[in-house]
């Protein structure tokens, strides 16, 4: 489903600092649960809190690791965006992501926005971000400077408790 904000929209994405802050080279070489690879994607979230949730779920290691950078975006008022509404929730956390890469080729491949929302398989009731680098409004997209990015080290801990 295809939309217009009336106000910008803010994201944010965590990244080493020695990878480009808002660059979608790895989704282009090993592609991710929303596009197969081949295509030039930016994965971003709607809140700095499920950035750090899409990142710890991919660290292998209880360390932090260091050097990571937070880079905010803005998505501009009135710019045309999609969403998707219709995954089957088992799809979300399922490793098969045929049906979510579907849903993602198709939309990076017709070019139909730059701009694509889905729901988070970490937080179902959040979403993340895909931006189209080869769409002509990604450009309109505006980046800033990367940050050091700030995270609670109880994150990793493991709890010598036992409990909450």
């Not at 944010?12 to 197969?36: A, E, K, L, M």
């Not at 729901?119 to 990367?146: C, G």
């Amino acid at each position: 489903m295809a939309f217009r904000p009336d106000a910008a929209t803010r994201v944010y994405r965590i990244v080493h600092s020695r990878f480009p802050p808002f660059d979608g080279s790895g989704t282009y070489r090993w592609g991710s649960r929303w596009v197969s690879p081949g295509r030039q994607v930016v994965h971003a979230a709607e809140t700095y809190a499920l950035a750090v949730l899409e990142n710890l779920v991919h660290w292998q290691t209880n360390v932090l690791p260091s050097a990571l950078v937070c880079v905010e975006a803005t998505i501009p008022a009135g710019m045309q965006q999609e969403q998707v509404n219709d995954v089957d929730p088992r799809a979300l956390g399922s490793f098969d992501h045929e049906a979510t890469r579907a849903h993602g080729d198709d939309w990076y491949d017709r070019r139909r926005t730059a701009v694509l929302w889905v729901p988070s398989a970490v937080s179902p009731y959040e979403r993340n971000i895909l931006s189209n680098q080869t769409h002509v409004d990604f450009n309109k997209v505006e980046v800033a400077a990367p940050v050091r990015a700030v995270l609670d080290r109880r994150l990793l801990q493991e709890s010598s408790s036992g409990g909450g």
